[in-house]
């Protein structure tokens, strides 16, 4: 079974279509954990309504609450989901028979822009190919919106690190190196784009790499160093 983990704050506004869409998956083997940071909108009735099971917890970010979802989780795949981010219809299905292959330990999804253009696509391609190079020479790359674990390697790297501002799941991909194969899977899952559309192209872009220099540098983003507030 895949345990299907989707953090959450003050998500309504996009959560029902990303549920909407696993409920439309070929793979039905699945549960959904929505782990949520007490929400003040409809995120939790939303939540309910597609049958998930709720973990409240209290507003320490998305680390957190992937890990207080992945503590009730029954399943052998853990999948970490972002709440607007949309699997197409065989995700799951690919997911399944990807961790049916003993030697693979995790992995991730394409991403692709949710109602991008142009431009978006050019990025998001180009952000592709970097992640499927970076894996195939041995450096694992989880963007934080679709990744999958198998849970008996998760539990034994002890989660996902909270100390972590950014990149924190990218981490977790580069602890599974001595655990066996990290992949890159070609089903794709769609995210939104509202950081970008809302916070800028250039901005974003620019946090994510400062990110990402400052943890292989230091093996850390502190959190006084980075401010990411969340976008709605």
């Not at 320490?60 to 992937?66: H, L, M, N, Y």
């Not at 949309?86 to 003993?102: F, H, N, P, W």
């Not at 899952?189 to 970008?196: D, E, I, P, V």
């Amino acid at each position: 079974m895949i345990s299907i983990v989707i953090p959450t704050l003050n998500e309504g506004e996009y959560l029902e279509e990303t549920l909407s869409a696993l409920k439309n998956q070929t793979y039905q083997d699945f549960e959904i954990i929505v782990s949520d940071s007490k929400s003040e909108d409809d995120t939790q009735k939303i939540a309910g309504k597609y049958g998930a099971r709720i973990v409240v917890s209290e507003r320490r970010g998305p680390a957190f609450g992937r890990n207080r979802g992945a503590e009730v989780a029954k399943g052998d795949v853990l999948l970490f989901l972002d709440a607007d981010t949309i699997l197409s219809r065989t995700a799951l299905e690919g997911i399944d028979k990807t961790m049916k292959e003993k030697e693979v330990a995790a992995g991730t999804c394409a991403f692709y822009p949710l109602r991008g253009g142009p431009f978006d696509w050019l990025l998001f391609a180009l952000a592709n190919a970097a992640a499927r190079i970076m894996i195939r020479f041995g450096v694992p790359q989880d963007p934080g919106n679709c990744g999958f674990y198998r849970r008996e390697i998760y539990e034994k790297m002890g989660g996902i690190r909270e100390d972590l501002k950014l990149n924190e799941t990218h981490d977790l991909a580069m602890r599974t190196r001595p655990y066996g194969n990290f992949v890159y899977i070609k089903v794709p899952a769609f995210t939104s784009l509202r950081r970008y559309k809302k916070a800028g192209y250039m901005e974003t872009i620019m946090i994510y790499l400062k990110a990402a220099i400052t943890y292989f540098n230091e093996n850390n983003v502190p959190d006084e160093k980075f401010y990411f507030p969340p976008v709605r």
